[in-house]
């Protein structure tokens, strides 16, 4: 069972990025699907949320209106689309399944700097 994460790497403010996150060894259809980050020095935080079949997305409030996640349970694949890129969204980003058992990907880097 893995959670892959990729897409992360060095952006300059204003820049976008789209992280993905493929699973295998079990499909996330039933799967509540989840990004979360963490930065050094600060505790992990939830990025965004979306349910199993994608009807509902939650997002925290400083990414709301930049961030979108979304999921391809064909591809058992979930993404999130980051525009308008901010210093203060650098941090280590991992993907969350969760459902009768709970998934943690190894995080993919993501650097907004000038």
């Known amino acids: 069972v893995q959670l892959v994460e990729s897409g992360g790497g060095l952006v300059q403010p204003g820049g976008s990025l789209r992280l993905s996150c493929a699973a295998s060894g079990f499909t996330i259809n039933s799967y509540q699907m989840r990004w979360f980050r963490q930065a050094p020095g600060k505790e992990r935080e939830l990025v965004a949320d979306i349910t199993s079949i994608g009807a509902s997305t939650i997002y925290v409030a400083s990414v709301k209106g930049r961030f979108t996640i979304s999921r391809d349970n064909a591809k058992n694949t979930v993404y999130l689309q980051m525009n308008g890129l901010k210093p203060e969204d650098t941090a280590v980003y991992y993907c969350?399944?969760?459902?009768?058992?709970?998934?943690w990907g190894q995080g993919t880097q993501v650097t907004v700097s000038s």
């Open positions: 969350n399944a969760l459902w009768t058992r709970v998934y």
